[in-house]
């Protein structure tokens, strides 16, 4: 009797962190462990992919690949897209924000699944016509601290939208992600939906695809870093089992709609955060 050969695993493409050429020391490309363990962890072959000078060649590896993580890193920086540089902007390499860019706009073009982590959810939303804070002390005042560059184990906690992805994973479970950013999503792309905020000051910490033809999703948090939980980590393994039913049905399996409020509760809130007449002065 023959032997079933056994089903082809999902190659999900990796993008990787670099540091340039500096004192006549070669550039590196390199890549944390938690990215690729969260994809071999949920089944799928993770593929790297470095830098390379002849982009010809990272179009023909995509050829291969079911998938793609887009990790996170450094800052993009604000004048690629017409904003004066912050003075806490600290820009990734020039060379890998090129080669980032230029590797979504051809994602998204092939509708390749993606999942984007920290920076890679802010080019996604700029890739797709959304816009950044530039440092969210700045721009969203009282806002929680979102990074706290002496302790690599700062969390916070999440406001999940129902029948997301991000609810999917999550569930009713107590929630706080890893958290080490200062710019954060303002605008959100067209034809994306927020998933996820932090409570409180409603920074954005996730987003999802409606394209019925696309599986995007990025997250704001890290949930390959050492201090991610091991529900964090289930997004990885979410992501993979979309990939797998996108690629058998050719449709975004995450799509959802925001549930809406009754209306008995948005007529409590305006009542409660109306002032009384005496309160009103003019």
Not at 38 to 62: H, M, Q, R, S
Not at 74 to 79: A, I, Q, S, V, Y
Not at 89 to 115: C, G, H, Q, S, Y
Not at 195 to 218: F, H, K, M, Q
Request: hydrophobic letters at 40%; a negative charge.
């Amino acid at each position: 009797m023959f032997s079933r050969r056994p089903q082809r695993r999902l190659r999900i493409g990796v993008t990787m962190a670099s540091k340039p050429e500096r004192n006549e020391v070669q550039g590196v490309s390199y890549l944390f462990e938690g990215y690729t363990n969260g994809v071999a962890d949920a089944g799928a072959i993770p593929e790297p992919l470095p830098l390379c000078n002849n982009f010809d060649i990272t179009l023909e590896k995509l050829d291969d690949l079911d998938g793609i993580v887009f990790v996170g890193g450094g800052d993009l920086d604000p004048r690629n897209d017409g904003y004066m540089l912050h003075p806490y902007t600290r820009p990734m390499p020039a060379e890998r924000e090129k080669f980032d860019r230029a590797l979504m706009r051809e994602v998204a073009r092939r509708r390749l699944p993606v999942l984007a982590i920290g920076v890679g959810m802010q080019l996604l939303n700029v890739d797709q016509g959304g816009a950044l804070f530039l440092h969210i002390p700045d721009d969203v005042p009282h806002a929680f601290p979102h990074r706290d560059t002496m302790d690599p184990y700062h969390r916070h906690g999440l406001v999940i939208e129902k029948n997301s992805l991000l609810d999917r994973v999550y569930g009713d479970n107590d929630v706080r992600v890893s958290s080490m950013h200062h710019m954060a999503v303002d605008d959100v792309a067209p034809n994306f939906l927020v998933s996820a905020r932090c409570p409180g000051d409603n920074v954005v910490e996730a987003i999802e695809s409606t394209y019925e033809d696309w599986l995007a999703v990025g997250v704001q948090f890290h949930p390959e870093s050492i201090a991610a939980s091991v529900l964090d980590r289930r997004i990885f393994h979410e992501f993979i089992k979309g990939v797998a039913e996108f690629k058998r049905t050719g449709r975004n399996p995450f799509l959802w709609t925001p549930v809406k409020p009754e209306r008995s509760q948005i007529l409590e809130k305006s009542r409660v955060s109306l002032p009384s007449t005496s309160e009103i002065t003019i």
